[in-house]
């Protein structure tokens, strides 16, 4: 069976033959080029090029046109920071500088970036009718952050009817995107959505769920299939992810396959991930690769379930250990064989710490993906620097990303399970969720104090 109809059918929660896969290729198919990400994601002949040689090489049933969450900021007037190794960043906010909420209007599809991945869309479509072709749009919450910036959480305590006013404009700006995704040739809208990982399920029925299952209805009545894509820890709002009907969830390594198996069959939604972005495909072996793929492919099963990455692959993700999980994908007698093997994949060596801490001063560790991707990331580390600034050199903070080998290590000697999580003093305070600079301020008065510092 062709790939594009082996997702359909896997969405349609028929049983498959095969579990199908695809790969979350965005700025790494730059690396494939040699290009860096700012070279890749200005320019549709790029994109293209990139995107083709992913599918040469990694052998998917479908597979993203671009992994860019920052396209629809900049053009609403978002300033970003552009990087070789990484999507661009959001780095300024237009709601906290001065700009009305009522002189935004959504863009022109001729604006900005828009065009260059609406013709590589069209571009790959045509030269791959049987591929499974993703239109990735930024969520409507990640959005309305980059536009209001962290200021959005406390808004939606003070002003409610604010929050619901930028959500109905970030709405319309996400259905724009759809239709012209799908236009173009795109079989599935993914509604890329990482920040509601940092919000309550209240707080989601109130504000994402009236936004969210008006998008995934206009793709359906548009003619396309729908998925929801959450990085971070956003175990709380999968069943309010489901019940905003779309046709797919897709999560990483911070939530349990199975949890998500089973909340998403008994809502009728199809299921994917969540091969571990860092430890097993950036730096794990090929066997490694394979084996976190086989566990995932024996939790998902053969009805509704897609195989991925947990989220965009890094683009230092080395080509040999994606090609492995594509290869192991394609042959069930190697999956039969890698199943009996009892080989050992080896753990992760524990960091001494002993010179880490300081009687002085108060320790901050902020583990991440990398904040320079990673919208979550990114923003809970802004507010860390914010919170610690009061204090002067009584404080010290450091990001490590897990992106490093060292990262993974401080990831693992502090016990940290989720990401983005903020560790003061060796003591976890803030898992998964950003907190307010109040907040944060509080956690590290009380650090001061245990230490008499004042």
């Known amino acids: ?51 083709n040689k992913a599918i040469e090489l990694y052998n998917p049933d479908g597979i993203p046109v671009a992994f860019d969450l920052q396209i629809e900021a900049e053009v609403l007037g978002c300033t970003l920071a552009w990087a070789d190794d990484n999507p661009p960043a959001v780095i300024s906010h237009p709601l906290t500088q001065g700009i009305e909420l009522e002189s935004l209007k959504v863009p022109c599809a001729c604006k900005g970036r828009i ?50 006013k930028l959500m109905r404009f970030t709405t319309d700006v996400a259905k724009m995107m ?6 173009a040739g795109a079989d599935i809208v993914a509604v890329v959505d990482p920040m509601v990982s ?15 299952t008006e998008i995934f209805n206009h793709i359906r009545d548009n003619g396309a299939l729908s998925s929801f894509f959450v990085c971070g820890n956003a175990q709380q709002n999968i069943e309010c992810m489901c019940d905003c009907k779309p046709d797919n969830i897709s999560i990483d390594e ?18 994917g991930g969540n091969i571990k972005l860092t430890v097993a ?3 794990g072996t090929t066997d490694a690769s394979k084996r976190d793929a086989l566990e995932c492919m024996d939790i998902g099963g053969k009805r509704g379930f897609i195989l991925a ?14 090609q492995a999980v594509a290869e192991l994908v394609h042959d069930e007698v190697e999956q039969g064989e890698l199943r009996a093997s009892t080989a050992d994949v080896a753990g992760i060596e524990a960091l001494d710490l002993t010179n880490h801490w300081r009687a002085d001063k108060v320790i901050i560790d902020i583990i991440t993906l990398d904040s320079s991707s990673c919208a979550p990331c990114q923003y809970m ?73 004042r």
């Open 198 to 212: 940092q919000i309550d399920p209240m707080s989601f029925e109130t504000f994402v769920s009236p936004s969210c």
């Open 178 to 183: 759809a239709t012209k995704y799908i236009d």
């Open 254 to 271: 911070n939530i349990p396959l199975g949890f998500v198996k089973d909340i998403a069959l008994d809502k009728g939604v199809s299921f």
């Open 309 to 322: 990455p947990g989220c965009d692959l890094a683009m230092a993700t080395p080509i040999e250990n994606l």
């Open 1 to 51: 069976m062709k790939g594009k109809e082996l997702i359909k059918k896997a969405m349609r929660l028929e049983t498959v033959e095969r579990i199908p896969w695809v790969p979350f290729v965005g700025s790494h198919a730059g690396t494939l080029l040699g290009l860096t990400a700012t070279e890749y994601l200005q320019s549709t002949e790029n994109i293209v090029a990139g995107v």
């Open 381 to 453: 580390v802004n507010a860390v620097e914010r919170a610690a600034a009061d204090f002067g050199d009584k404080v010290i903070f450091k990001e490590h990303r897990i992106k490093d080998m060292e990262g993974v290590q401080m990831m693992v000697t502090l016990g940290v399970q989720n990401l983005p999580t903020i560790v003061m003093d060796g003591t976890v305070e803030f898992i998964s969720q950003i907190p307010p600079i109040a907040k944060i301020k509080e956690r590290i008065d009380a650090h001061l104090s245990l230490k008499g510092i």
């Open 281 to 283: 495909l950036l730096m």
């Open 115 to 164: 065009p260059v991945v609406m013709d590589a869309t069209a571009q790959l479509r045509a030269q791959h009718p049987d591929i499974a072709l993703y239109g990735l749009i930024t969520g409507p919450f990640t959005l309305a952050l980059h536009l209001l910036g962290t200021d959005i959480f406390m808004k939606m305590f003070e002003d409610p009817e604010y929050v619901e």
